[in-house]
């Protein structure tokens, strides 16, 4: 019996060979760069559809203008929030979140902020943000209010908090994301980390955060242990301390710390 063809789409085998020419074309008319190991154990179908989903993306960039969002999304009617009772704004917010959602616009806060506040940052301000004129369906646009008004004392917070987390478990590759770049104080950093075999954190409470635009002083609650390396001494850090974090390239980065003194 001569089994059935299969006239559903190209083989696999003519998959992999016009992938290979997506990539060749991509890296020679947009720059793209692919790895050997990239996609390596993804099925050609899969990788056919991700690299024509780049390549639609690439085409529609190169010859995109600006537009204002407002403009992109047709210039709908609103009313000002200084004409509109918390009701009727509420109702208006939710139109406008809409209509962005339809062009593919998504528009989100890490923070809770207030419907008057985000009509007012939608209305006055997102609306005249620029972006580049071209649509791709299944493409979302995603924007976040702290990107446009950041709210330093969230960062300073989370950036405190990520910074002890991952310097207690002994994990540079993550701490280094949230302290200056200096290789003064990395090297204090590492040299106290290498002290120790490992730590063992019970407790982190901030209580006080004072910043300006160029500094913030942290001050914490914090309970852990540290293990000598070499000795297998465990020596206990119980009180309050201290952090200093500088704001460079729109960042909050940990520049200093003062644990208490152990026991």
């Not at 998959?15 to 991509?26: D, G």
């Not at 050609?44 to 529609?60: D, M």
Request: a negative charge; hydrophobic letters at 35%; proline letters at 5%.
């Amino acid at each position: 019996m001569i089994p059935e063809k299969n006239f559903n789409g190209p083989s696999p085998d003519d998959l992999r060979m016009e992938n290979e020419l997506t990539k060749i074309r991509l890296m020679f008319e947009h720059g793209a760069d692919f790895h050997s190991s990239d996609n390596i154990d993804l099925p050609p179908e899969l990788e056919y559809q991700f690299l024509k989903n780049i390549e639609a993306f690439e085409n529609a960039h190169a010859g995109a203008g600006e537009i204002t969002i407002y403009d992109f999304i047709g210039c709908p009617p609103f009313t000002s929030e200084d004409e509109l009772g918390d009701s009727e704004l509420a109702q208006a917010l939710v139109m406008i979140q809409k209509i962005l959602a339809s062009h593919q616009i998504d528009l989100d806060s890490i923070c809770e902020v207030d419907s008057r506040t985000m009509y007012h940052f939608i209305t006055r301000e997102f609306f005249h943000h620029k972006i580049e004129n071209f649509h791709i369906e299944g493409l979302i646009r995603g924007f976040i209010y702290e990107e446009f008004h950041p709210n330093h004392e969230y960062d300073i917070r989370d950036h405190s908090t990520c910074f002890i987390s991952s310097f207690l478990k002994k994990d540079p590759m993550t701490y280094a994301r949230y302290c200056t770049s200096d290789p003064d104080v990395i090297k204090g950093f590492e040299n106290f980390s290498n002290s120790y075999e490992s730590f063992s954190l019970s407790d982190f409470n901030i209580e006080q955060i004072i910043f300006n635009k160029e500094k913030a002083m942290v001050n914490f609650n914090i309970n852990f242990f540290g293990i000598l390396e070499g000795t297998r001494e465990k020596l206990i850090f119980d009180g309050i301390g201290r952090m200093e974090l500088i704001y460079h390239n729109d960042y909050w980065c940990v520049n200093q710390i003062l644990f208490p003194p152990y026991a």
